[in-house]
């Protein structure tokens, strides 16, 4: 079988979200645990580096490291959309992941649509694709699928984050939750982010330590051929310690685990 051309990446919510100062610890730190990018939030926490794109090129060079994706939430202004692609697309990002919704009310979810639609158009203008990302607002599988059937497919692309899949998709037993997801809209799916979940650490969980079917998630990918991205992350930003587990011994968990059931 062919090597899998994948690249993983870590987000910056497994450090409890670090910049200023915090920056280049956090980008050695990923480096030692074996990822070859960084993800984080655009609008928030890494605003500072969407408006000095150079600069944090820079940063990122000096560590190996490249920019996988950037997160931002559905209700951003709509020229910091344009700023952030902008500077995404200086550095050969290509992944612009959107979050939460108007609401949690079955109704609300139809509402996104234009919304993301109107994100999308200005990412694919640089060459970036959005996709909404499941969780923010716990969505479930139906709520996943109103959206995505009332979104342009060719403007609004999906991507499932495994953790909130594991414990939001309540419409099947835990395990199968994410496989299922990422199966059946697997033609629509344009990013991956590895997460886990179990009643204990939450989604504070590293990778396989949680109810996700991994073997399933790994054999889908395998079996597609998957090519890209695919980022890890665990919610660190309330406690950053797992079990008394820090980010650094975590991440460095979630590589082993998926070195060995992947093979990247």
Known sequence: MTPLNIKLAAMTINWANPKGDGLIPFLKEVKEAGYEGVSGFADSH?????ANPKEFGQQLADEGLELASMDIVSACDIDLV?????????????HLVCLGGVGTAADDYPELAPVLERIGEISLSFGIKTAYHNGRTQETIANMETVLAHASPDKVF?????????????????????????RKHWDRLDFIEFKDWNEETDLN??????????????????????????LVEQNGHEDPTSKG?????????????IRNGLGV
């Not at 587990?245 to 685990?257: D, H, N, V, Y």
């Open 245 to 257: 587990r820090t980010p650094l011994e975590c991440a460095k968990i979630s590589r082993e685990f």
């Open 158 to 182: 999906a991507m499932c984050d495994t953790g909130h899949a594991t414990r939001d998709f309540v419409e099947l037993p835990h395990p199968e939750r994410a496989p299922h997801f990422m």
């Open 82 to 94: 344009k700023t952030i692609c902008e500077s995404m697309a200086y550095l050969n990002c290509k």
């Open 46 to 50: 890494w605003a500072e580096q969407m």
């Open 205 to 230: 969980t590293p990778v396989g330590d949680g109810l996700c079917d991994w073997e399933a998630v790994f054999d889908l990918i395998k079996e597609k051929e998957y090519e890209g991205w695919v």
